[in-house]
């Protein structure tokens, strides 16, 4: 059974955003919440150092603790989208939460993040609250072994998609599951647009 | 003048920053909160960021306004970012100068880009003066 994370676990999030201004502010957000924090420009950066660039074929040792992924959607060359699709399709990060950010609330581009798997879009500028919010979010759904647990939450959703009964389990995955059934309608700009993930 | 009138001056010069509609104080207010004993000149350290990411800004739009035909779609690019990074600092007057032009964009109007660029300049520079009186004022009450 999937327990609480232990609170003196350090969560290290890899941030990827191209503006300067947002970069520093999204790396103290992250450092006054006691994260660890890499920052970097661009989505072909942030593959670079995830060693999913194709170009290394070593991940480095640090990018192998990264617990979060928190990215720009609006960046060029790589888009936050393109960044969020390619980690999705490695088999060493797909597991990683990645959090979309972005100063656009369009309902098209929330439902597509969504739909390719982030776990949260947050409307710019991020607050310390929502910092805060998302850490707790992760340290309670934090995977004991590599995905083991986050797919037994993918599969308990699947059964009450299917069922639509509620099942009880673990308090790990029922605090994933709460989220789960939030409206789906945004009530504020900087509320975290959230559904079940669709596998 | 002494402590309590600097202090007094900052209070006055905050106030009506935020009334004149110059910044967005709550968020003025979140960048506060991130300061602290190990970084406490962060809020200045963000405007200064802010400064030089707006110069470059400033440049590449006279840059690409100057080009024929003009290419709206990186205008508009450009507009996006700066909006983002106004939005970060809470610069409201440059943000909503910023929206203003975007629009001019979206309809391909050249002369109401340039028209709203000059705006924006203008509320870039009257934030800039503002905020750096502001500072310079923090500044000194802190050593009084």
Redesign the interface.
Known sequence: MATVAECSKELHVLAVDDSYVDRKLIERLLQISSCKVTAVESGTRALQYLGLDGEQSNVGFDALKVNLIITDYTMPGMTGYELLKKIKESSVFREVPVVIMSSEDVLTQIDSCLEEGAEEYIVKPVKLSDVKRLKDHIMRGEPQANGKSGLLKRKLIDDIQASSVPLSFSSSVACDLESSQLPSSLSSPNCPFKRPKLL | MNSNQLQHQVLYMRRSLFDQGYLDSE?LI??E??Q?DA?PN?VE??VS??Y??SARLIQNIEQTLSNRPVDFSRLD?IL??F???C????AKKVKDACSQFREYCNAGNAEGCSRSFQLIKQEYETLRRRLESYFQMVKQAKAA
């Open positions: 968020q979140q960048l909160d991130l602290d970084n962060f350290e963000v960021l802010f030089s990411d690019d996006h970012q909006k983002g990074s939005s970060s600092i809470g």
